[in-house]
């Protein structure tokens, strides 16, 4: 899993390195395509139907977190809300979607108190909610990002193992990037990378 994240940067540093070659006739290079959302159909904080059909059409961002989570999830949840910030301000059609990794405990109810708490607007970001099984295959198998563990209140994060970066898709549910969400550099760049793909 870390291992196809790691392809995607050295492909990703490499299309990067080839800017300043197109800079001069106002081309940027291609991004990436890293692999293909699979299907998916979860509940949303107002307990509809999202699914990647629904999605087709609009460049998004996905993250995996869970709402009692103590260490990265606040930071994951806080750097989609000042893309959603900055896209807007950027008149950037751009919609966010996060999926929740302890569904369990994360109702609608439960995601829909946590957006408040962020102050996320969600008239384009859902916060999902399913069952665990297909929630892990969608992470693994779909966005190749680790999902380990279940939760356990005695344990390190609550048992729970799952990547931190925010990933970008386009219209046709193909991965264009991975960004690491502890770099502003990475934000930044997804952010450009998204109005590149939304233009």
Request: with cysteine; net charge neutral.
């Amino acid at each position: 899993m870390d291992f196809h994240i790691s392809q995607a940067f050295t492909r990703r540093a490499l299309l990067a390195g080839s800017v300043s070659v197109f800079a001069g006739c106002g081309r940027r290079p291609e991004l990436p395509r890293l692999g293909h959302v699979p299907a998916f159909g979860f509940s949303n904080q107002d307990e509809k139907r999202v699914d990647a059909s629904s999605l087709r059409g609009s460049v998004w961002v996905a993250a995996f977190m869970f709402t009692r989570c103590p260490t990265i999830c606040p930071r994951i949840t806080r750097r989609m809300r000042a893309l959603q910030e900055r896209a807007a301000a950027n008149q950037v059609a751009l919609r966010l979607v996060s999926i929740s990794v302890d569904p369990e405990n994360d109702s609608p109810q439960v995601l829909r108190e946590y957006a408040r708490k962020y102050d996320a607007d969600t008239s384009n970001w859902s916060f999902l909610t399913g069952d665990f099984a297909s929630i892990q295959k969608v992470a693994v198998d779909g966005f190749k990002l680790a999902l380990e563990g279940r939760p356990d209140a005695g344990a390190s994060d609550l048992g729970i193992l799952h990547g931190s970066h925010l990933v970008l898709v386009d219209r046709e549910l193909e991965i264009r990037g991975y960004y690491q969400t502890d770099d502003d550099a990475a934000m930044t760049a997804l952010l450009a990378d998204a109005t590149q793909l939304s233009g």
